[in-house]
């Protein structure tokens, strides 16, 4: 685990204290928006974005530490890997987000996806091709006599600038993928047939959306304090960020 940036809520909040006293009305707490700044929030920019590219199964990481006191923090993943192994080649990519501990919460959707399972022979049936793919790693025969089971995949609300995170969005503590591609290719042998088996599946809920921000909140006393990350994904295993900012007070 590589740790890029750390921040602690108490240093952060003093640093908020040291604003412009001309500056607008204070926030009002209890929601922000996305992308928010001044009275009342912290948050830093990476002009440049901290990129973290997946290079291996363990991949990279940074780490958002969001009080060092309660240790409340965000942990962006990316990692990719490819090769081969008793008959089987793999290639996997992913990026994603886990909040720590169940007191950081990320706001998050959800689509039910289709996995379909094909099948093509010589005529002999000597030989064959079995396929398992979901919607978005996509094959030829997507109907309903090919379904084999459904799939719920869950990603972070990928919001724009300007959008009220508050309350009403549903939230959860766990580990949300952007996007991810798994493949998994396996050539069985006996001595009457060869059998490959095709397993694909691909999420694309973050590709071409551009800058966009997480939104995460955090509990404290009873009290949820809402906060977001500037993020942008490229292919599957590629993400920078770009900035956060948070409600600066507890109450």
Request: aromatic share 14%; charged share 20%.
């Amino acid at each position: 685990m590589k740790r890029i940036f750390v921040w602690s809520l108490p240093l952060l909040l003093l640093l908020g204290a040291c604003k412009d006293q001309d500056e607008p009305t204070a926030h009002v707490g209890g929601s922000i928006l996305a992308g928010e700044t001044g009275p009342g929030i912290i948050s830093e920019e990476f002009p440049d974005g901290i990129q973290l590219v997946g290079g291996a199964a363990s991949g990279f990481q940074y780490e958002v530490l969001l009080d060092s006191a309660l240790g409340y923090k965000l942990d962006y993943n990316t990692s990719q890997y490819s090769g081969s192994s008793s008959g089987v080649s793999y290639n996997h990519g992913t990026s994603s987000v886990v909040s720590s501990p169940i007191a950081v919460e990320i706001a998050f959707a959800e689509v039910v996806d289709t996995i379909w399972h094909c099948e093509e022979w010589n005529l002999d049936s000597t030989d064959g091709h079995i396929y398992h793919y979901n919607r978005a790693a996509g094959t030829f025969c997507q109907n309903p006599s090919t379904f084999e089971v459904l799939d719920t995949l869950q990603y972070p609300i990928g919001h724009a600038f300007g959008d009220t995170i508050h309350s009403g969005s549903p939230w959860a503590s766990d580990r949300f993928d952007f996007a991810f591609y798994h493949s998994d290719l396996e050539v069985q042998y006996d001595s009457a047939r060869t059998v490959i088996d095709d397993r694909k599946t691909r999420a694309d809920h973050w590709q071409n959306l551009g800058r966009r921000y997480v939104a995460f909140r955090l509990k404290n006393a009873g009290i949820w304090k809402y906060g977001y990350v500037e993020v942008e994904v490229v292919g599957d295993h590629i993400l920078k960020i770009y900035g956060f900012g948070v409600e600066a007070n507890w109450g």
